[in-house]
């Protein structure tokens, strides 16, 4: 666990429906809501890099694939 | 550690509501088809109810069963199509409700196909009725003053009534935060492996949030799973053929 091999989190904001399962379960409270709003009318989320420690919890807790780490 | 959700499922968007956890359990189940190699076989059997939308977001071959009726059709399949993985993915209504009969007699003969069951504690394409695996007290559209133990009875447990049976596994896993979206893969991981060896029925079932008929906030539904869900549904493995004998 924890950054290593320049491995990031990538958002793919398209996707993102706004449930805030993200922003909850972020151990490292990276993630917030941004002002952006997608084509579907919800608020999307934005990680702050600085915070991120790339754990991947975001990933899971995702029901709508918004998160990539690689 | 690279995570990327499998194609098999990112290729369009869903239609689940904000915090669904479709989302969740259709992405362990491809996470899992991906790294068995059998994204290309999976037959998967869904159900008339909000899974069903699935047919559109994933990528697998699908067959829609009658209502509650996924895994006598899954059965059917598997009995024809012996070398592809056959999946039911059904809700807790088409398991242990509408479908019992089905559910119970697939347990009896234990035939070889997997189960998925998202339990919610209600009825979710309808409008949240009151089911089998609703809480005492909840309140739902059909109970408005709560579900009322003496008349409706205490919620379903799936481990109390199918350990009895001999069948191959029983599983539960819950979905309400990362840890248990780890374990909850493993279980469909195992539940698979079980089934490409031919040991026969397994089923897993995966406690899921349901924030639009709860009337609850996404992070309140998880919230719910974790404080009044878990207490009545214990997670874990409750039966696993082989480590008995």
Known sequence: MGKEKNEKVYTNPVRCKGCGYCIHACPKEAISVSDHVNAKGYNTIVVDADKCTVCGTCYRVCPDYVFEIR | MRLVAPETVTFTQSGFCPGCGHGLAVRLIAEVMEEMEL?????????VACGSLNIDSWRFDTIMAAHGRPIATAVGVKKVRKENPVMAYIGDGAAYSIGMAETMHTAIRNDNVVAIVINNSLYGMT???CAPTSLPGQITTSTPKGKDPKKAGMPFRVEQAFTGFDIAYLARGSMADAKGMVQSKKYIKKAFEKHMRGEGFCLVELLSPCPTNLNMTPVKSVE??????????????????????
């Open chain 2, 224 to 245: 719910r799973i974790k404080n009044e869900m878990i207490p009545f549904f214990p997670l874990g493995e409750f039966k696993d053929k082989k480590e008995e004998e």
């Open chain 2, 127 to 129: 409008g949240g009725q």
């Open chain 2, 39 to 47: 994204s290309e076989k999976l037959l998967a059997v869904v159900d």
